[in-house]
Antibody, heavy 130, light 107 residues
Framework: EVQLVESGGGLVQPGGSLRLSCAAS????????MNWVRQAPGKGLEWVSY????????YYADSVKGRFTISRDNAKNSLYLQMNSLRAEDTAVYYC???????????????????????WGQGTMVTVSS | DIQMTQSPSSLSASVGDRVTITCRAS??????LNWYQQKPGKAPKLLIY???SLQSGVPSRFSGSGSGTDFTLTISSLQPEDFATYYC?????????FGQGTKLEIK
């Protein structure tokens, strides 16, 4: 079964740190880009960070840039999110999500891919409060 | 960054109704638009990718259309299990962004 399982959430004081993990199973983890997406209580989805399959390309949302670090260990089929300098506004459920290329278009000169988040974990809650 | 705006923010409908949700991008995103369904306490589920392609296992009553900046998600005949929150997402830029969500409630 294709599965993502997050862990590492909890209660942390403002300014503190936390490291989230996402364990992948049932698919070739090293072939896929991955993302972290969060959802504050009662709010919508917010994309947080992206990492390519080889870790060569990484992106962050402006709201977390400089404070969060995404990484992965393909040998361990695991994705991570190191969160430092945490703020109250970082309180949310954090989901890891697989980024799959679902459609490709090729012309005579180039190809373009369309991707989407097709597999999600169950989420892990992070609460930043004193 | 690309901003995604959904309308309406909430919608009341009855079983059997036809429902349309709209998503607008702040710039052209071609067909790089995905739709997700989320039920309370659950992770989002991919419904539609590339604006109009149905994800495997998703009922055919769901359909998507649009390109450029304007997109729609249509549910042809609402079923009880369809009452949920729906999000659009652009994948044109790897600085992904989601719409604010549309909560579909039972009338």
């Amino acid at each position: 079964e294709v599965q993502l399982v997050e862990s590492g959430g909890g209660l942390v004081q403002p300014g503190g740190s936390l490291r989230l993990s996402c364990a992948a199973s049932g698919f070739t983890f090293s072939s896929y880009s991955m993302n972290w997406v969060r959802q504050a209580p009662g709010k919508g989805l917010e994309w947080v960070s992206y990492i390519s399959s080889s870790s060569s390309t990484i992106y962050y949302a402006d709201s977390v840039k400089g404070r969060f670090t995404i990484s992965r260990d393909n040998a361990k089929n695991s994705l991570y999110l190191q969160m430092n300098s945490l703020r109250a506004e970082d309180t949310a459920v954090y989901y890891c999500a697989r980024d799959s290329i679902l459609q490709s278009y090729c012309s005579s000169t180039s190809c373009s891919n369309t991707d989407a988040f097709d597999i999600w974990g169950q989420g892990t809650m992070v609460t930043v409060s004193s | 960054d690309i901003q995604m705006t959904q309308s309406p923010s909430s919608l009341s409908a009855s079983v059997g109704d036809r429902v349309t949700i709209t998503c607008r991008a702040s710039q052209s995103i071609s067909s790089y638009l995905n739709w997700y369904q989320q039920k309370p306490g659950k992770a989002p589920k991919l419904l539609i990718y590339a604006a109009s392609s149905l994800q495997s296992g998703v009922p055919s009553r769901f359909s998507g259309s649009g390109s450029g900046t304007d997109f729609t998600l249509t549910i042809s005949s609402l079923q009880p299990e369809d009452f949920a929150t729906y999000y659009c997402q652009q994948s044109y830029s790897t600085l992904y962004s989601f719409g604010q969500g549309t909560k579909l409630e039972i009338k």
